[in-house]
T-cell receptor, first 113, second 111 residues
Framework: KAGVTQTPRYLIKTRGQQVTLSCSPI?????VSWYQQTPGQGLQFLFE???????NKGNFPGRFSGRQFSNSRSEMNVSTLELGDSALYLC????????????FGNGTRLTVT | GQQLNQSPQSMFIQEGEDVSMNCTSS?????WLWYKQDPGEGPVLLIA?????ELTSNGRLTAQFGITRKDSFLNISASIPSDVGIYFC???????????FGTGTRLKVLA
């Protein structure tokens, strides 16, 4: 069974630009979550989508948005990039029920210059 | 953002030694997860716990769901060099569907 796939692996953007990250979940998983990982803040929850609906949201500004498609694939968008947005963005999928565990992809390393 | 307290923050151990780490929360959790992350990769699920007092093993790894439901423990027996990495705990409360992660324990094994 293929794991969670994230593209691209690396991105370099300039402050003020916008970026879209993509995530393909494990086959059969209907839930996709996004996390931001930085050395100082650790793993911070951005949002979770289940069956194309945002089910939960973390404490990030509105510049961070996401969506999920009917095939469960998900995209995350960050507009008006700031230097502090430089981080590893991790996507995780799960089957969506109760306490089902998260399965992570290898992330997209975003660098904002 | 909210994070769980995980300790120790880092540790150096000799190959062959046993390792213990723990994670504590101010909230009651219904699920505890333990992950290992290698450089440049995403966290990999090691063990999932669903019941207070539950003790679950995965090879040389053993994790326990604390009976207060506010803590969890991970033990690694007879450590080897490939155990090097960062170990994260994560907890979830019923109905929130959201996992909160620990601050991580960085493990370094000296051969």
């Amino acid at each position: 069974k293929a794991g969670v796939t994230q593209t691209p692996r690396y991105l370099i953007k300039t402050r003020g630009q916008q970026v879209t990250l993509s995530c393909s979940p494990i086959s059969g998983h209907r839930s996709v979550s996004w996390y931001q990982q930085t050395p100082g803040q650790g793993l911070q929850f951005l949002f979770e989508y289940f069956s194309e609906t945002q089910r939960n949201k973390g404490n990030f500004p509105g510049r961070f948005s996401g969506r999920q498609f009917s095939n469960s694939r998900s995209e995350m968008n960050v507009s008006t990039l700031e230097l502090g947005d430089s981080a590893l963005y991790l996507c995780a999928s799960r089957n969506g029920t109760g306490g089902s565990p998260l399965h992570f992809g290898n992330g997209t390393r975003l660098t904002v210059t | 953002g909210q994070q769980l307290n995980q300790s120790p923050q880092s540790m150096f151990i000799q190959e062959g030694e046993d390792v213990s780490m723990n994670c504590t929360s101010s909230s009651i959790f219904n699920t505890w997860l333990w992950y290992k992350q290698d450089p440049g990769e995403g966290p990999v699920l090691l063990i999932a716990l669903y019941k207070a007092g539950e003790l679950t093993s995965n090879g040389r790894l053993t994790a326990q769901f604390g009976i207060t439901r506010k803590d969890s423990f991970l033990n690694i027996s007879a450590s080897i060099p490939s155990d090097v990495g960062i170990y994260f705990c994560a907890g979830s409360t019923s109905g929130t569907y959201k996992y909160i992660f620990g601050t991580g324990t960085r493990l370094k094994v000296l051969a």
